[in-house]
């Protein structure tokens, strides 16, 4: 067998893969999330968000929620991870810092600060 009959071998089950892969997974809400930032927001919005103290945007609305979080980074160095069932988790975004409670099932948006740019 030579080297062109391995490559059309190789690209033939590749074709497969791909197809079988979109093919089941093509109705799921499918994401890599393989950043620490990433899983942590991803986590975030799946749960029930509700507006805490000090917290002055309303986080109920869908299009200021995912502007809000759309370029979010998670600060590890400030926030309070294993602690019990609820992380603390602060977020800085272009225009605010905030933190978040993340428990079990809901989402708890506070103390927010906007900056001064």
């Known amino acids: 067998m030579n080297i062109w009959q391995r490559f059309g071998f ?3 089950g590749f074709a497969i893969g791909i197809v079988f892969l979109m093919f089941f997974l093509s109705g799921k809400k499918t994401q890599c999330n393989y950043a620490p930032d990433a899983r942590v927001l991803s986590n975030i919005s799946k749960k029930e968000r509700i507006q805490g103290h000090h917290f002055s945007l309303p986080v109920t609305e869908d299009s200021i929620y ?3 979080m759309k370029k979010a980074n998670v ?3 400030k926030s309070i991870v294993d ?3 609820c ?3 602060w977020i800085e975004t272009d225009n605010y810092s905030f933190e978040v409670v993340n428990c079990n099932e809901t989402a708890t948006f506070q103390n927010l600060n906007k900056k001064n740019n």
């Open 10 to 12: 190789y690209l033939g």
């Open 66 to 68: 995912l502007r809000l």
């Open 75 to 77: 600060v590890f160095s």
């Open 83 to 85: 602690d019990g069932e």
């Open 87 to 89: 992380n603390t988790y």
